[in-house]
């Protein structure tokens, strides 16, 4: 069973910087592009940044600059650097991950970040 758990969020003040954590299982980790959504309330899930088995990273407009992504394909991870946070950057932050015969979501988490 393919399991996605994020981990990372908290409240911080505008500014600063959250890194969170995708940790992946039931899946051979390396084969796949993984992405971080985020979803606001009262708003649609929207994409942030994802990066394939081969590095390449994409990154949504409004957060090119201040967050970096990065993948460990020993610990079965992905990483969500994210700096100079803004409060429209709050939102629930999911990763998922596509494979042969579904998609995947982790359960989420919470980034909250205070004006």
């Known amino acids: 069973e393919v399991q996605l758990v994020e981990s990372g969020g908290g409240l911080v003040q505008a500014g600063g910087s959250l890194r969170l954590s995708c940790t992946t299982s039931?899946?051979?980790?390396?084969?796949?592009?993984i992405a971080w959504f985020r979803q606001a309330p009262g708003k649609e899930r929207e994409g942030v940044s994802c990066?394939?088995?081969?590095?390449?990273?994409d990154y949504r407009n409004s957060v090119k600059g201040r967050f970096t992504i990065s993948r460990d394909n020993a610990k079965n991870s992905v990483g969500l650097q994210m700096n100079n946070l803004k409060p429209d950057d709050t939102a629930v932050y999911y990763c998922?991950?596509?494979?042969?015969?579904?998609?995947?979501w982790g359960q989420g988490t919470q980034v909250t970040v205070s004006s």
């Open positions: 998922r991950i596509d494979v042969v015969g579904g998609t995947y």
């Open positions: 990066i394939n088995s081969d590095d390449y990273t």
């Open positions: 039931g899946v051979t980790f390396d084969d796949y592009a």
